[in-house]
């Protein structure tokens, strides 16, 4: 033929030119290569987008040759195509699958008949799934038979026809994905100026899908049974961290590692369908910058050995151990290797015991902070206290304790060394002071040697102390006459029964029936280290108890008399004491008091 095709249809922007032949053809009433071959053209180069086949093209419809080059995937290497203003390879463009919107379809048959019928180049790109004008996903036939009769694509939906139109009935309806909009935008304008920019479809296809897949905790089998919905789903989760920039892939791999499922997390694992696909393609010049972000984040997040190679890449001198390395470099155990840890970083027990690695720094730092702690055994022999005094000492903020495992217990060592230093500071003897040693004070006097203790660190007894024979605080002894100026022994919190009728100066007997006649509150605790139940009264009640009464032993040592005497004189004045049901006990309302016995009471109490 040596003149242009009249009439010919006109072209449609971003239709391939295999689809244009099939519906030119359907005008003329024949077969594409029939068509071809009536102007001069072959069938099969034509599909293979030679340049001859495309220069003939353009010269019968009027149109320039570099127009039409731009609707066509022309071959630049074995499996490698130039696709629009991009580039594209096998494993996303499908240049023989039939995909296309059964909407679009459908309306252009009904609008113009089957010589209306257009096959958009985007079609045959498997990162994109669905159709900008209808919002719906794209339909894809079954293979044909020859490669050639792919390529014949109203043939090829003529011969589907009531699929195709059961389809067109009742489309899935899609929402419009960021990622295919990308992927629009680069096949049409061009790459942008971003981090991207040196890959192809393929690769930006794939790095989307694996890396929302993985996100997802999919593994590789389950990727073989994807439908077209789920991998839109997954390109556009994938997309979202992408699109970012190294920022945002950087983030992802870190979610990967933090929603890890396994015992000991790993990157092949945490990492699933985008590690794989990374490991077959990382040589590929494009993925430098993934290869590399990559390999950065393992290298600084799991374990790894200095040395190893990981996508060619040489790992540096390891700073993240295992547990089990870390156990074998500092001696620890490792569960206590990681309570040690979650008590200095002030996390819960549950999630320190989650732990499965250790930075070398953390492991230097927790080294050092063993060293400043004594267990509580080596505590009491050197300060002379048994375990529950410690406690106690502790419960008053004269010392600190430290708690790292359910049962034992540690002090700092610096605060433990400050107290001997203290007690080395006590002079060596009290001129013209009747002194006792510290266990037969706080015996003879009833208070507790914490009590005497507290004080002691808080300042209180300054010229009351000397140094004497014995071992830690036990070698202190007191200045007997120092409780008969009235020295303040405070309430330190909830007291057992033995605790509180030595503070009341009342027997036990009658603490358990003030208790029981309900002027008392008992409470259980649990202890924390044995899980024994013990039982107190409560501060609170104490403190309310003092408000409204006194009890006989408190009265009588106010007034400096026998609790015997001042008994007897308290029953001639007719003052009775409570009535306590369970049993009789010496206390008096304060308010019932005859003579105002209550202003002699020390103002202190």
């Known amino acids: 033929m040596t003149s242009p095709l009249l009439p010919s249809l006109p072209l449609k922007e971003g239709e391939t030119l295999t689809g244009y032949v099939s519906r030119s053809a359907k005008l003329y009433e024949t077969t594409a290569r029939d068509f071809c071959s009536d102007l001069g053209m072959r069938w099969p180069y034509l599909c293979s987008g030679h340049d001859d086949q495309i220069e003939r093209l353009a010269w019968l419809i009027g149109k320039r040759t570099e127009d039409l080059r731009a609707f066509t995937s022309g071959k630049v290497e074995i499996g490698r195509f130039r696709f629009g203003r991009t580039m594209a390879t096998f494993g996303t463009l499908r240049r023989t699958a039939v995909r296309f919107c059964p909407k679009c379809v459908i309306d252009a048959l009904a609008r113009t008949g089957l010589h209306g019928i257009c096959q958009m180049q985007e079609w045959a790109v498997t990162s994109l799934y669905s159709c900008p004008h209808h919002r719906c996903l794209l339909m894809t036939l079954p293979s044909s038979q020859h490669a050639h009769t792919a390529y014949d694509f109203v043939t090829r939906i003529t011969d589907h026809m009531d699929e195709v139109l059961q389809a067109s009935r009742s489309p899935k309806a899609v929402s419009p994905a960021p990622f295919e909009n990308y992927i629009r935008e680069r096949i049409w304008q061009g790459p942008k100026d971003d981090w991207l920019k040196d890959f192809d479809l393929t690769q930006i296809h794939r790095v989307c899908l694996n890396l ?68 077959e393609f990382y040589a590929e010049p494009a993925l430098t910058p993934l290869v590399d972000l990559t390999c950065s984040h393992i290298f600084k997040t799991y374990p790894t050995p200095t040395g190893r190679e990981i996508f060619d890449r040489v790992a540096p001198e390891q700073t993240l151990l295992t547990m089990n390395e870390a156990r074998k470099r500092s001696g620890f155990g490792v569960t206590f290797l990681k309570k040690l840890l979650g008590h200095m970083n002030g996390i819960d027990e549950a999630e320190a015991l989650r732990r499965t690695d250790v930075h070398v720094d953390e492991l230097a730092k927790a080294k050092a902070y063993w060293d400043k702690l004594i267990n509580l055994k080596d505590a009491t022999w050197m300060l002379g206290l048994s375990g529950p005094q410690i406690k106690s000492l502790q419960a008053l903020g004269a010392i600190d304790m430290i708690k790292i495992t359910s049962s034992l217990r540690y002090l700092l060592r610096s605060q433990v060394t400050e107290l001997l230093e203290k007690l080395d500071a006590l002079p060596p003897s009290l001129p013209d002071r009747s002194v006792v040693p510290l266990r037969e004070f706080c015996h003879l006097k009833q208070v507790s040697i914490v009590q005497i203790i507290d004080l002691w660190v808080r300042g209180k007894l300054e010229g009351r102390l000397y140094r004497g024979e014995g071992i830690g ?133």
């Open 212 to 279: 929302g897949a993985a996100i997802e905790g999919l593994k590789m089998k389950s990727m073989m049974t994807l439908s077209s919905e789920r991998e839109r789903s997954l390109c556009q989760l994938g997309f979202k961290y992408v699109e970012v920039g190294p920022g945002g892939f950087k983030a992802s791999l870190e979610r990967m590692h933090q929603q890890s499922s396994t015992e000991r997390p790993y990157f092949s694992s945490d990492m699933g369908p985008f590690y794989q696909w990374l490991r």
């Open 473 to 605: 605080l036990q070698s202190i002894e007191v200045d007997w006459d120092f409780l008969s100026q009235r020295t303040l022994i405070d309430l330190i919190g909830d007291l057992t029964a033995e605790e509180t009728a030595r503070y009341l100066k009342v027997n036990v007997a009658g603490i358990r029936r003030l208790r029981d006649a309900g002027y008392l509150e008992e409470i259980s605790r649990k202890n924390p280290d044995t899980n024994h139940c013990k039982r107190y009264i409560t501060k609170q009640s104490i403190t309310a108890f003092e408000h409204e009464y006194v009890t006989l032993g408190q009265l009588a040592n106010d007034q400096g008399i026998r609790p015997i005497h001042l008994a007897q004189r308290l029953d001639r004045d007719g003052v009775a004491p409570i009535n306590c049901s369970s049993g009789p006990v010496r206390v008096y309302a304060i308010d019932v008091l005859y003579g105002g016995y209550d202003h002699v009471r020390s103002p202190q109490r």
